[in-house]
């Protein structure tokens, strides 16, 4: 071995020297990265730890996170969880849908985690949390996931200091970011912005048309109002766009010359006001693939060029005025991947084929053409076998004259929605239709059609939606499978008990069995059924026993209809823990209580129906404010006595100011694919007449407390309930004066004050309400004149009849004597009967000569018989010269009577 020279050991040393400064430099560099591992190679230790934390503070169901996160292993190697390559710090959870329940507080162990880019916690449930500020800890956070999680309340304005996010989306959760504007202005590199379902405080597009990173903006159901600048559409990258379902949004701007490369288009509920252009102009419109336009207002015939998109798969244009033929549409279509065309609720007209349709678009899987006026042919040509058609996902021909099924329908397993209401479709259901999508079924609508005979029972067996209503259907109430959400069988004539084995459908929103013919006890399991049950309609059935005590699980109850059945009893006092009523009907049953005061409780209550049961006693004078959002309330035909309590009628706010804005209908959240929502319905009874409301519109206020004993004078806080219709307080014994007050009521079309012992005048100040329609103030005690009015002008004479005192038009002049009051009385009385004044002439010489005829015979008979005293004759002399005059007098009166009666006219009209 040679032998080293000084020099050269020298630069060995050196380099030995170097070579373990470096190992110590990167060794102590890895240390610092990893000061609490006795290993490089595994995960972080205060990031296991703080994970394990994180697992530990909720019930985990699914993605096997309980097993899989073990304080024994690599958490880089847990089930969604992501290290960095060289550190090992957990960079990115992806948790979504993972079955996580519980709640995420200031002091949870995730905040720990400060080298995090990435977090995923969608669709899991956070038992309404709200958004803790230390999610603006994670300064190197680029994509934020929190959608359907349950989050709750305001975001917090440190989500601002998220400087380097390019993915926020927290849509669908129950959260308003007032402070919107200051939160985004510091994001300037979003791509994606999703917050779909979200409350806003201020205006929103100013401050997202300087974000030119934007590829997909997200702002659907936000409850916008305001309008979308044209700039949105001009954004250099944006490829998705939905602002869909804002009612209040509008836009100046047509569909022309945009400039951003769209390859979505959700401008739903937009309102437009306009017809679509007959040219884009400019504008990329051969990069669209999806275009939502529905409910937009928009008018006239849909232009060629939309038809002409080489690449369109899917087009949404429903609930608009668009007219022309839509066969002659198909012939216009060029693109081969069109698989959603949804043209409902238009104005287009025709004859179409069914059959022609899918031989012009073969991927056609959802076809909706409801509602227009249309008649839609199902039959095929004779060569056409069933086995060319293409696998069909939806289809939609509710009121489309269809005389049969389409036989097309057949073999058809991929099958999803199924709608053929409002049709001519008769017989019973074919059993080939009940073994279509066995598996794939969610909702069939065959309401409003002409079946007949029994179902045994609904075969579908992940069916969600079922409606069977306005059929001719008999025998037993079949019973769908558990995972149903809306099922409706109303107007049919099932008959029998209901089968409790409906209470054990976990997930039921909409029950409505009504007018049917069920009998039975009331099903105690449906107090208790399910937290998730916001409709129950059993009204106009056979059910008998008393409302369960058990309503324990009725915190989404929305509408409850009981009406028209025998049930009695008290009212269910359970009913007060159910904090989201909106609708409570039980008219015409025979329940025996006192007014249920703790009803008051219920701050969203809006309809109360009460009337035809045995409710008796006073309604207490001490309880304030109750009722605040009460329009409808109906107490007729009951025993309640007492005064008419003031204390409610001040707290009757919702029929003092509305403030809905357009035409709206009450009706709950519960909707479907078919259904925007179900929409209340009652019978209403507004001047004396009932009337069945299939819709009741949320602007209706109205208040009946007839036909009990109430007592008293009128409130005149009466008055203050300015957005009331119609007012009965007929049949009672009120008594004092008509307040002035209800000249307030200017929205009034029905006032009914009859057959009580009110006095005084009718004052003036109703002679304003010029919307009133129906009028009675019939037996009571008014006296003096009657006012004068266009409007009061129009009511007839038995509005004011068996008021003595009353005068003035249609009555009698003001200023006749007694005699006359009487006369003009009985002229006027109604159809229970004929006044003497009424007969003809004529008529009075009859009925004189068959009377007298009689009289005279059997007086001639005693005078023969007695030999003619003297007092006889005189007496009947006497009785003679009475009768004549009488009838003199009786003829001048009705002649002047039938003098003012012409003068009365002629004035009138002309």
């Known amino acids: 071995m040679k032998k080293q020279t000084f020099p050269q050991f020298t630069v060995s040393l050196f380099a030995t020297y170097f070579f373990f400064i470096s190992y110590n430099l990167v060794y102590a560099q890895l240390i610092s990265h990893f000061p609490n591992n006795t290993s490089p190679h595994r995960c972080f230790k205060d990031d296991s730890i703080a994970l394990l934390g994180f697992k530990d503070s909720f019930t985990l169901e699914g993605l096997g996170l309980a097993t899989s996160w073990n304080k024994d292993t690599d958490c880089c190697k847990w089930i969604g969880i992501t290290c960095h390559e060289t550190t090992h710090r957990v960079t990115s959870i992806d948790l979504s849908s993972g079955g996580i329940m519980g709640a995420i507080g200031d002091n949870s162990t995730l905040f720990l985690l400060n080298r995090l880019e990435s977090l995923n916690l969608a669709f899991n449930y956070f038992a309404e949390s709200l958004i803790s500020p230390n999610f603006g800890q994670f300064s190197y956070m680029k994509h934020l996931n929190l959608s359907g999680s349950g989050f709750v309340g305001q975001v917090p304005q440190e989500l601002g200091r998220l400087s380097k996010l390019e993915t926020l989306d927290l849509l669908a ?29 201020s205006v929103v597009f100013p401050s997202l048309t300087n974000i030119t990173s934007l590829k997909y903006l997200g702002l659907f159901s936000c409850g916008l109002v305001e309008e979308i600048p044209f700039t949105i559409l001009n954004l250099p990258r944006l490829e998705y766009l939905d602002v869909g379902s804002n009612p209040a949004i509008y836009s100046n701007f047509r569909l022309y010359n945009w400039s951003s490369p769209l390859n979505y288009l959700g401008l739903d509920s937009v309102n437009f006001s306009s017809q679509i252009p007959s040219s884009p102009g400019q504008a990329p419109y051969k990069l669209l693939r999806v275009i939502h336009l529905s409910n937009c207002n928009l008018q006239g015939e849909i ?4 038809w002409r998109i080489p690449k369109l798969e899917e087009l949404r244009i429903s609930n608009n005025q668009l007219i022309g033929d839509p066969s002659k549409f198909f012939q216009e279509i060029i693109s081969p991947n069109l698989q959603i065309l949804d043209l409902q609720s238009n104005s287009f007209t025709g004859n179409i084929s069914l059959y022609y349709i899918y031989q012009r678009l073969p991927n056609l899987m959802l076809l909706a053409l409801s509602h227009n006026n249309l008649t839609v042919s199902t039959r095929a040509d004779s060569d056409t076998s069933l086995s060319m058609w293409p696998v069909i996902f939806g289809l939609a021909l509710s009121s489309c004259n269809l005389n049969e099924i389409p036989h097309l329908l057949k073999n058809q397993s991929m099958l999803n929605y199924l709608d053929l209401s409002n049709n001519n479709l008769h017989g019973e259901i074919p059993k080939w239709l009940l073994e279509e999508g066995m ?9 409003n059609n002409f079946f007949t005979g029994s179902l045994k029972n609904i075969p579908w067996r992940g069916l969600y939606f079922i409606d069977l209503s306005s059929n001719m259907l008999h025998g037993s109430l079949p019973i769908p499978p558990t995972t149903v959400i809306w099922f409706a069988a109303a107007n049919n004539n099932f008959s029998g008990p209901i089968n409790p084995s409906v209470c054990d459908i976990n997930f039921l929103k909409l029950l409505d069995l009504s007018n ?44 409850l209809d009981l009406s028209h059945n025998g049930l009695e009893g008290t009212v269910s006092r359970s009913l007060a823990g159910c904090k989201y009523l909106q609708h409570v009907n039980l008219r015409s049953n025979k329940f025996k209580d006192e007014f249920p005061l703790w009803l008051h409780n219920l701050p969203e209550i809006q309809v109360l129906d009460l009337s035809y049961n045995s409710l008796h006693g006073s309604i207490s004078q001490k309880i304030k404010n109750p009722f605040p959002m009460l329009q409808i309330l109906d107490l007729s035909s009951n025993r309640f006595n007492g005064e008419i309590p003031a204390n409610y009628i001040r707290g009757f706010k919702g029929m003092m100011n509305i403030t809905v804005e357009g035409r709206h209908y009450m009706g709950s959240g519960v909707n479907s694919m078919f259904r925007d929502g179900y929409t209340y319905s009652m019978v209403i009874s507004i001047g004396g007449v009932e009337r069945k409301y299939q819709k009741i519109i949320t602007t209706l206020a109205t208040l009946d407390v007839s036909n009990n004993g109430f007592i008293g004078k009128i409130p005149d806080c009466v008055g203050d309930l300015v957005m009331i219709h119609s007012l009965n307080l007929s049949h009672n014994k009120i008594t004092g004066k008509i307040p002035s007050s ?39 005690q008014l006296v003096g004149k009657i006012p004068h009015s266009n409007n009061f002008d129009t009511f007839q004479a038995n509005s004011y009849a068996q008021n003595g005192g009353l005068c003035g038009f249609p009555l009698r002049e003001c200023g006749q004597n007694l005699s006359d009051s009487w006369m003009t009385k009985h002229e006027h009385e109604g159809s229970s009967g004929r006044g003497l004044l009424s007969l003809s002439p004529w008529e009075v010489m009859s009925i004189g000569y068959g009377g007298g005829t009689l009289v005279g015979l059997a007086w001639g008979c005693y005078m023969l018989l007695s030999g003619n005293p003297f007092w006889v004759t005189k007496w009947a002399f006497l009785i003679e010269t009475y009768v004549v005059g009488f009838v003199k007098k009786f003829m001048e009166r009705r002649r002047r009577a039938q003098r003012l009666k ?7 009209h002309g």
Request: charged share 10%; net charge neutral; hydrophobic share 40%.
């Open 516 to 559: 049917n013919s069920l009998g039975g006890q009331f099903p105690k399991c449906l107090g208790n059924t399910s937290f998730n049950l916001m409709v129950l309609n059993l009204g106009l059935n056979n059910i008998v026993g008393t409302l369960p005590s058990n309503f324990t699980k009725c915190s989404s109850l929305q509408y």
């Open 742 to 780: 209800l000249g307030n009521l200017k929205m009034i079309n029905s006032l009914d004050l009859s057959a009580n012992n009110f006095t005084g005048q009718i004052p003036q100040e109703l002679a304003s309400l010029t919307s009133m329609g129906v009028f009675n103030v019939s037996n009571n």
């Open 902 to 908: 012409a003068a009365s006219k002629s004035l009138w």
């Open 439 to 447: 598996d794939t079924l969610q909702a069939l609508d065959l309401s």
């Open 303 to 306: 232009p060629s060029w939309i």
């Open 173 to 201: 959760n129950i959260i308003t970011m007032p402070n919107f504007d200051m939160i985004i202005s510091n994001m300037t590199g979003l791509r994606w912005l999703d917050l779909g379902y979200t409350k806003f405080g």
